[in-house]
């Protein structure tokens, strides 16, 4: 890992190698923010034994990062992780997890709360790539207070043998939410379930899937919208299926509460138009490239 020193939490198997805190920001193992702040305790289900605290109490005009890394065989990780923005707050987070080394059949079973207060931001972009004999399962909430925003994009690289996505965003009274979920998928089965919940007046939310089934692979999606208050919410699921031996499935569903409330959906599931792989082969690229060069761009979204 480059740049450790940078790295507001980084952690090796479990172990943690380094915490770095700054003005405004409050850095601990989970466990001990358990110990040091009863009002946490209301955000976990048990004392965490893995896992970070963060605390950001001050603007910072850089992103802030954590980095979690699998080296040992056979190791499963149990993380349990709380990140509260205070109040007026715009702040940018990047996180990573992945395996540093082949065959390490490594667990990553990680769960957590965001928590967004009144009037404040967060682009939060979390990066995945693992190994083929990796299993990994994710279990996240974001609870948006009143006027808050969030931009969340979960990006894999490189998909583990399993991977397991739960997400549930909460959004309050006029607080808006952007989801986006990238994935490229090979020799691997993933599930993911997605869940927006509109409850307060005025919310919105969108939510984006773009995922790709390369060899051997079988992906599976249930992704919902429940609007509950009057408010604004749009699905979007693409997929794209490449290889014959794989599966993709992509489920949406709407559900409205509020006659004043406006949801809708699209969903799709295409291929690679043999038109456009035989133009970008005549520019020069190989097959595998420009199967490549349009995957890469499949999966490029605002």
């Not at 507001?8 to 358990?34: H, R, S, T």
Request: hydrophobic content about 35%; aromatic content about 8%.
């Amino acid at each position: 890992m480059k740049n450790v020193k940078n790295v507001n939490y980084w952690q090796i198997d479990n172990k943690v190698k380094n915490i770095l805190e700054m003005k405004g920001v409050e850095v601990l193992p989970g466990e001990l923010a358990w110990e040091k702040y009863r009002w946490v305790r209301e955000y976990f289900v048990k004392k965490p034994k893995q896992g970070y605290f963060i605390w950001i109490k001050e603007q910072i005009d850089f992103p802030l990062l954590t980095c979690i890394n699998i080296l040992s065989k056979d190791i499963q990780q149990e993380l349990n992780n709380l990140i509260v923005v205070e109040k007026n707050l715009d702040i940018r987070l990047k996180g990573t997890c992945n395996s540093l080394k082949r065959n390490l059949c490594g667990k990553h079973n990680a769960c957590g709360k965001i928590i967004l207060k009144e009037n404040s931001s967060l682009k939060y972009e979390h990066i995945h790539s693992w190994n083929q004999k990796d299993v990994i399962d994710i279990n996240y909430e974001f609870l948006l207070g009143k006027n808050s925003k969030l931009d969340y994009t979960y990006k894999i690289f490189s998909t583990p043998e399993e991977l397991k996505i739960k997400t549930k965003v909460f959004c309050s009274e006029n607080s808006a939410a952007n989801l986006k979920v990238l994935g490229d998928s090979r020799n691997s089965k993933i599930k993911i379930e997605d869940r927006l919940i509109l409850n307060g007046e005025k919310s919105s939310g969108i939510l984006k899937l773009r995922l790709v089934g390369r060899k051997n692979s079988k992906i599976s999606t249930d992704s919902q919208i429940l609007a509950e208050a009057e408010s604004k919410g749009h699905l979007d699921c693409q997929g794209l299926l490449i290889d014959k031996n794989s599966e993709l499935s992509l489920t949406p569903e709407l559900i409205c509460k509020n006659k004043q409330a406006q949801v809708t959906h699209e969903a799709s599931i295409g291929k690679i138009s043999g038109e456009e792989l035989y133009y970008l082969m005549s520019r020069g690229l190989n097959e595998q490239e420009a199967i490549d060069l349009i995957v890469n761009g499949f999966l490029e979204i605002k």
